[in-house]
């Protein structure tokens, strides 16, 4: 064997036996301190950079006792398993000051109504990787963290797993949560049953249950919300008690704060949502403009940019694009717009394009119940107003088809229509005392309406009075034709009379 070996060995065992002393070997500038045989070197001890080198397997004492097999750092822990009384129970901690020498690994019973369901052991199971990590854990079992402070301050909460450095760092005793990405979960302390993945997702959750989120910031201001659900970077970023959402897409239901149950797909739909509930937005920047309107449904891209009104809906392209707080509109087809942005009770179908509306009937069912009717009386307007209506043909030429809406005639239409001018048909109802009529809808002065469905029941009043002034001269006629029969009578009596005369005269002559 090395003769160094040898001596040093020697010397150690001489020390050994004379007494009880400290122990000093000192190796020579560049030398090296080996345990070998004849082939194998087992360990070895570098005086050069002070490295100490292991060739087979490093056994830690594994007794029974507490505090066995562990290595240290420093003076600080670095890696060991502790489990506290009741023995092995699957800990495993790695990291300067992962888990901790105070776990409480004591069984209890736990049982429903009379019957015993057996014991159930805490503190176990719990696996941490990273600096402080798990470091408080006290009851906690079943946990997995990975990251330098993720569950830094758990104490009972279970079945947790966190990944990233600060996730779910200020949970206690908060169960089921999964945690990934840096400061995921960061503040929640008793929350249950809730998911992030993403950069600082459901940072701020403390109490509330049940959320996930996906995206960086997703969910980030969220502290006692419950149910969301939230997929896409700042999706439902700022929601902090709002309930049961469901946000996907970059900046879905972004300023969401207290609004509940709204649902939004793509890109900025309702973005700028902070109170308004009960909202359904699909399509990219589908209803983007909400802040505290409710009950409203968007469906496709750039739909409904609605921002207090209630009750809408708009389907198609654009659809619903101009509303700002009009209520119960229906808007179905690309660019259809109510008469107003303020508008309400309003059903559009189409844009100004639609030529035709095409169904299996060519009438519309409404409400005509005499019991939901009062005052009822004949209509005084007929047909003296329908003479005084104009009707026109015309040539369509749009101001909207032109840029700044100016027209210069380039565009119009060369096939002709007919119909009303809304102006002229406002004159007429006005000087009959008849705007309630609404013949025309003036909400947009700009783009003034037509009606003229509401000319029906007046049509119908000057039929029945043509129809009476016919059956007036009718009768009269009947008279004229009994008069003059009876004139074509006289008139043949007379002739009669007067031929017997003439007889009579000649034979006399």
């Given at each position: 064997?090395?003769?160094?070996?040898?001596?040093?060995?020697?010397?150690?065992?001489?020390?050994?036996?004379?007494?009880?002393?400290?122990?000093?070997?000192?190796?020579?500038?560049?030398?090296?301190?080996?345990?070998?045989?004849?082939?194998?070197?087992?360990?070895?001890?570098?005086?050069?950079?002070?490295?100490?080198?292991?060739?087979?397997?490093?056994?830690?004492?594994?007794?029974?006792?507490?505090?066995?097999?562990?290595?240290?750092?420093?003076?600080?822990?670095?890696?060991?398993?502790?489990?506290?009384?009741?023995?092995?129970?699957?800990?495993?901690?790695?990291?300067?000051?992962?888990?901790?020498?105070?776990?409480?690994?004591?069984?209890?019973?736990?049982?429903?109504?009379?019957?015993?369901?057996?014991?159930?052991?805490?503190?176990?199971?719990?696996?941490?990787?990273?600096?402080?990590?798990?470091?408080?854990?006290?009851?906690?079992?079943?946990?997995?963290?990975?990251?330098?402070?993720?569950?830094?301050?758990?104490?009972?909460?279970?079945?947790?797993?966190?990944?990233?450095?600060?996730?779910?760092?200020?949970?206690?005793?908060?169960?089921?949560?999964?945690?990934?990405?840096?400061?995921?979960l960061y503040s929640n302390s008793i929350g249950l049953e809730n998911s992030a993945f993403g950069f600082e997702s459901l940072k701020n959750n403390a109490i509330g249950d049940g959320n996930s989120a996906f995206g960086s910031y997703s969910l980030w201001e969220n502290t006692s919300g419950e149910s969301n659900s939230a997929f896409g970077v700042n999706s439902l970023v700022k929601n902090t008690i709002g309930n049961n959402n469901s946000a996907f897409g970059l900046n879905s239901l972004s300023w969401n704060t207290s609004g509940t149950e709204n649902s939004s797909f793509g890109m900025y739909s309702l973005y700028n949502n902070s109170t308004g509930w009960h909202n359904s937005?699909?399509?990219?920047?589908?209803?983007?403009?909400?802040?505290?309107?409710?009950?409203?449904?968007?469906?496709?891209?750039?739909?409904?940019?609605?921002?207090?009104?209630?009750?809408?809906?708009?389907?198609?392209?654009?659809?619903?694009?101009?509303v700002t707080s009009g209520w119960n509109l229906t808007l179905i087809g690309i660019d259809a717009n109510p008469s107003s942005p303020t508008a309400g009770d309003q059903i559009t179908l189409g844009n100004g394009f639609v030529t035709s509306l095409r169904c299996n009937v060519t009438t519309i069912t409404s409400l005509s119940d005499a019991?939901?009717?009062?005052?009822?009386?004949?209509?005084?307007?007929?047909?003296?107003?329908?003479?005084?209506?104009?009707?026109?043909?015309?040539?369509?030429?749009?101001?909207?088809?032109?840029?700044?809406?100016?027209?210069?005639?380039?565009?119009?239409?060369?096939?002709?229509?007919?119909?009303?001018?809304?102006?002229?048909?406002?004159?007429?109802?006005?000087?009959?005392?008849?705007?309630?009529?609404?013949?025309?809808?003036?909400?947009?002065?700009?783009?003034?309406?037509?009606?003229?469905?509401?000319?029906?029941?007046?049509?119908?009043?000057?039929?029945?009075?043509?129809?009476?002034?016919?059956?007036?001269?009718?009768?009269?006629?009947?008279?004229?034709?009994?008069?003059?029969?009876?004139?074509?009578?006289?008139?043949?009596?007379?002739?009669?009379?007067?031929?017997?005369?003439?007889?009579?005269?000649?034979?006399?002559?």
């Open positions: 064997m090395n003769k160094m070996f040898i001596i040093l060995t020697l010397s150690v065992l001489l020390l050994s036996k004379v007494s009880a002393q400290n122990i000093t070997n000192t190796l020579g500038t560049n030398g090296t301190f080996s345990i070998k045989d004849q082939s194998t070197t087992y360990l070895s001890l570098n005086q050069t950079d002070g490295s100490l080198s292991i060739n087979r397997n490093l056994m830690l004492s594994n007794t029974g006792a507490q505090m066995t097999g562990f290595i240290f750092k420093g003076g600080q822990r670095f890696i060991h398993n502790f489990q506290g009384p009741g023995g092995d129970k699957g800990n495993l901690f790695i990291g300067i000051n992962s888990g901790n020498f105070a776990l409480n690994n004591a069984a209890r019973n736990t049982s429903i109504g009379s019957g015993t369901m057996g014991a159930i052991f805490d503190g176990v199971n719990n696996s941490a990787f990273g600096y402080f990590s798990l470091t408080s854990n006290f009851q906690g079992s079943n946990n997995s963290s990975f990251g330098s402070y993720s569950m830094y301050s758990n104490n009972f909460g279970n079945n947790n797993s966190a990944y990233g450095s600060n996730s779910l760092y200020n949970n206690g005793s908060g169960s089921n949560n999964s945690a990934f990405g840096y400061n995921s937005a699909f399509g990219f920047d589908a209803l983007r403009n909400n802040t505290s309107g409710w009950q409203n449904t968007a469906v496709g891209h750039h739909s409904l940019l609605n921002s207090i009104g209630n009750y809408n809906t708009a389907l198609g392209y654009n659809a619903g694009s101009t019991r939901d009717k009062k005052n009822i009386k004949d209509l005084s307007l007929g047909l003296d107003f329908i003479s005084k209506l104009k009707p026109r043909q015309f040539n369509w030429d749009k101001r909207e088809w032109y840029d700044k809406n100016i027209s210069n005639g380039s565009r119009m239409q060369e096939t002709p229509t007919a119909g009303f001018v809304a102006q002229e048909l406002d004159e007429a109802q006005s000087e009959a005392g008849g705007e309630w009529l609404n013949l025309v809808l003036k909400d947009n002065p700009e783009k003034w309406e037509a009606t003229p469905g509401n000319l029906l029941p007046i049509m119908v009043k000057a039929i029945q009075e043509l129809k009476a002034e016919n059956d007036e001269l009718r009768a009269q006629v009947e008279i004229l034709m009994r008069v003059e029969e009876r004139l074509t009578k006289l008139e043949e009596t007379l002739i009669q009379k007067d031929n017997s005369a003439n007889i009579k005269l000649a034979g006399e002559k």
